[in-house]
Each structure stands twice: as structure tokens, then as C-alpha cells.
């Protein structure tokens, strides 16, 4: 499975963004896809993760009500919807496949990663 992620940029304190994760290869339903964050100088962290099945989803307590993490199966895309953006949500994102329908938040839990892209929020 090969992910390409794409959709940061800047954007000022309250703003949006979608961030798009296309994935190539075959997904299966019992797969998760996640979205990870690592901000500079600091480890990487949960995000959103998606069950590809049933859609059941889970989040970081620092994201929950503001972001939206959805998936097409049909394009095979998971996205990532980021509103009230914060100056502490900048960061690079990655989105990341588990074959394993855990919903997992931890990195060692995901075999195939992203190349990341970078999200700034200013102030």
C-alpha cells in the first residue's frame, strides 16, 4: 500500500482545511487508516483514525468537535476535515494504514505511511 497525502498550507487562527490521503494498493475492510501530527522538536501524535468497513472513527481528545475524519471507499481516499484551526495544530500530518481494525493510536500500530504535508495555523 502506498499513501500520497496531500491538502496543508497556511491559514490564519479559526480557519480550515481538508487534508486528502490517496492510497494505492488494495484496502481491506478490516483496515484502519489514521492520521498522525508531529510538530517540530516534539513526537508524533494520534490525530483520527477510521475503521474502512463500518466507519467507526476515534479521536484525539485535542481535536474531537473540530476535526471530521471520513473516507471514499470507491476512491479509495481518507480525508481529514480540520475546522477552528490552532496555532497548535501546526504541524506535518501523515496518514498511515494498520491492517488491523483497532483503531489504533499509537504509530507502531500502522505499517504503511505517507510522506506527510505540512500545516501551518498563524496567528
Known amino acids: 500500500v502506498q499513501l500520497q497525502a496531500s491538502g496543508g498550507g497556511l491559514v490564519q487562527d479559526g480557519g480550515a482545511l481538508r487534508l486528502s490521503c490517496a492510497a494505492s494498493?488494495?484496502?481491506?475492510?478490516?483496515?484502519?487508516l489514521g492520521w498522525f501530527r508531529q510538530a517540530a522538536g516534539k513526537a508524533r501524535e494520534f490525530v483520527a483514525a477510521?475503521?474502512?468497513?463500518?466507519?467507526?472513527?476515534h479521536y484525539a481528545d485535542s481535536v474531537e468537535g473540530r476535526f471530521t475524519i471520513s473516507r471514499d471507499n470507491a476512491k479509495n481516499t481518507v480525508y481529514l476535515q480540520m475546522n477552528s484551526l490552532k496555532p497548535e495544530d501546526t504541524a506535518v500530518y501523515y496518514c498511515?494504514?494498520?491492517?488491523?481494525?483497532?483503531?489504533?493510536?499509537?504509530?507502531?500500530?500502522?505499517?504503511?505511511w505517507g510522506q506527510g504535508t505540512q500545516v501551518t495555523v498563524s496567528s
Open positions: 477510521i475503521r474502512w468497513n463500518d466507519g467507526r472513527r
Open positions: 498511515a494504514v494498520s491492517p488491523r481494525g483497532l483503531l489504533s493510536t499509537v504509530s507502531s500500530g500502522y505499517n504503511y
Open positions: 494498493g488494495r484496502i481491506f475492510g478490516s483496515y484502519t
